[in-house]
């Protein structure tokens, strides 16, 4: 069945770059996201790609996907206190354009 | 733009009641919402897609009769949790599909905090 997978926390220096993996199993995904959850809020879109782009930039935010290997991942440059949040990667897939999503990556930012 | 909300925000019942969660697009019109259930420090969990104008398509193990869901508009969804019990307490997220020239983008309003006593 669909499944996504990724890493529960990461832990990064103020200013640094973060990384955070996210690896899907439904090949015939159309679109994949990154959502930011910051505590007891909803979920802000952060980005998409569509399945046959390699690469998006969006300012500090790079999604890179491997179609082949099924992994995604979300590089935050210069990381700020203000990114700390729980990062959802997300698959589309099914009808209706429904969403799969990962369990969560917690990001801590320190300085 | 593209803004969803959700009312209320918190709501705190007894168990044996019904709540009733709205979930509106503000400047969209979204004929798909998908309403999703999150426990804490997990992900989110789909409930149910919500079609303007036919009956809700439910996910495996999601009870219709307990959770109705209503599309009545092109801008709002409603879910009612009927007889409610404190295994219902979690956090609701709503969320309307926006269809766009480049794509299909999901935006998710701020979610409800329901906990039943």
């Known amino acids: 069945g669909e499944d996504v997978e990724q890493s529960l926390f990461l832990s990064v220096r103020e200013g640094d770059s973060s990384v955070i993996n996210c690896t899907y199993t439904d090949s015939s995904s159309t679109y994949l996201y990154w959502y930011k959850q910051e505590p007891g809020a909803g979920l802000q879109l952060l980005t998409y790609i569509f399945s046959n782009m390699d690469m998006k930039q969006d300012q500090r935010l790079t999604v890179l996907l491997n179609k082949k290997d099924k992994h995604l991942s979300l590089r935050i440059a210069d990381t700020q206190t203000g990114d700390s949040a729980i990062y959802f990667c997300a698959e589309g897939s099914g009808g209706y354009n429904k969403l799969i999503f990962g369990a969560g990556t917690r990001l801590a930012v320190h300085p | 733009g593209a803004v969803v909300s959700q009312h209320p925000s918190r709501v705190i019942c007894k168990s044996g009641t019904s709540v009733k969660i709205e979930c509106r697009s503000l400047?969209?019109?979204?004929?798909?919402m998908f309403w999703y259930r999150q426990f804490p420090k997990k992900s989110l969990m789909l409930m149910a897609t919500s079609n303007e104008g036919s009956k809700a398509t439910y996910e495996q193990g999601v009870e219709k009769d307990k959770f109705l869901i209503n599309h009545a508009s092109l801008t709002l969804s409603t879910l009612t949790v009927t007889s409610a019990h404190p295994e219902d307490s979690s956090f609701y997220i709503c969320?309307?599909?926006?269809?766009?020239?480049?794509?299909?983008?999901?935006?998710f309003g701020p979610g409800t905090r329901l906990t039943v006593t």
């Open positions: 400047d969209f019109q979204a004929t798909t």
């Open positions: 969320s309307a599909v926006l269809t766009s020239g480049s794509g299909y983008e999901q935006y």
